[in-house]
């Protein structure tokens, strides 16, 4: 590695937002730190080891007392870099789907391309990818990316490289399931270029903390709301 792209990641970070990822939170820090020296990880009010794992692995651990959210540990996560000089930042999730060793893919896009949000796709190696989740990434890639007025390939991946300059974007967005799609819409409305890079599909059988007829309903909300020209949070 150059003394450049050195003190180019130096002021590159990421937040992990985890709850009750005691079995993957350690490898996927790990990772990381091959890469990045300001890694944050927000327990999101986990009842097992997250926490503990991911500072025996070198990771900043800022914790909730209770379960919030994935969107609220991801903003907390994000004023905690308000106070440090990282100029991008990665997402990710702390169960292990996304893999690290992709990150200067990341980089390279945002490099070229000058964007300000950076999405990892999927959508290009679907061999693993439950059929549910494919369909429904789909149909919500399609309908998002209407509302956006661009084509979003995954409107869904919560792998991502962002820009400094969106942190107040993104404290603005819902603190639940939602807030990635959320994102995507207002980063697009403000006139922020999204670019999208090829990643794995890695799937395990971990149990989805999403809970359908609630993040559903609040999904829908949301987009009644953009399609109607609103940006207010939807209601908890």
């Known amino acids: 590695m150059t003394p450049a792209r050195e003190r180019l990641l130096a002021r590159t970070g990421a937040i992990i937002p985890a709850y009750r990822e005691a079995p993957f939170i350690g490898a996927v820090v790990g990772g990381l730190k091959q890469y990045i020296d300001q890694v944050i990880v927000v327990d999101d009010g986990s009842p097992d080891e997250t926490a503990d794992m991911a500072e025996r692995t070198g990771a900043l651990v800022l914790r909730h007392k209770h379960n919030q959210g994935k969107g609220a540990a991801i903003q907390t996560g994000l004023r905690a870099l308000l106070r440090t000089d990282v100029e991008r930042f990665f997402l990710l999730d702390g169960d292990g789907q996304h893999d690290p060793r992709e990150i200067p893919r990341f980089l390279e896009a945002a490099d070229s391309s000058k964007a300000a949000l ?3 796709n999927r959508m290009n190696d679907l061999s693993t990818m439950p059929a549910i989740r494919r369909w429904t990434n789909r149909f919500m890639s399609w309908q998002i990316g209407a509302l956006c007025g661009q084509e979003l390939p995954d409107s869904q991946c919560g792998f991502r490289l962002v820009h400094r300059d969106l942190i107040p974007l993104l404290l603005r ?4 399931f939602d807030f990635e799609t959320e994102t995507l819409l207002l980063a697009a409305r403000e006139g922020n270029r999204i670019e999208f890079v090829p990643i794995q599909t890695i799937y395990r059988n971990e149990t989805s903390k999403i809970r359908p007829v609630r993040d559903t309903i609040r ?6 709301r953009y399609a109607w020209g609103g940006q207010k949070k939807v209601s908890e």
């Open 118 to 120: 950076v999405v990892g």
């Open 219 to 224: 999904y829908f909300k949301l987009m009644a």
């Open 173 to 176: 967005c819902s603190s639940g």
